[in-house]
């Protein structure tokens, strides 16, 4: 069952970053959260987990396992020029060389 495990996921997750909070690394300093990043946070959240999620199980459900899997584990490289826009600082030479070989790799599992 896709949802189940997808909720097994999810909590596994949760619990592990509420366990974050009790180590030096979860302590850090804290700033006041402002109303834009928390919007922001949550519309990502919905379109990318909610959505994204939701999208991808279904294509699941008729579609080509290895396609549908490949071109979902695309979604880094597609994000990065967004990154990009949002924050003003372009990824290094290494991301882009990254996104590049990843766009390879779909090209030649895709043409075979």
Known sequence: EP???MALRSGLAVILFIAL?????GKGKR???QFGTVGLAVLSAFVGTSLGMSCLMAA???????IISTLSSMTPVIILPMVWLR???RPTAAAWAGALLAIAGTALISVR
């Open 3 to 5: 949802f189940t495990a």
């Open 21 to 25: 909070t009790t180590t030096p690394f």
């Open 31 to 33: 700033e006041a959260v």
């Open 60 to 66: 699941l459900r008729t579609g080509n396992v290895g």
């Open 87 to 89: 924050s003003g600082q």
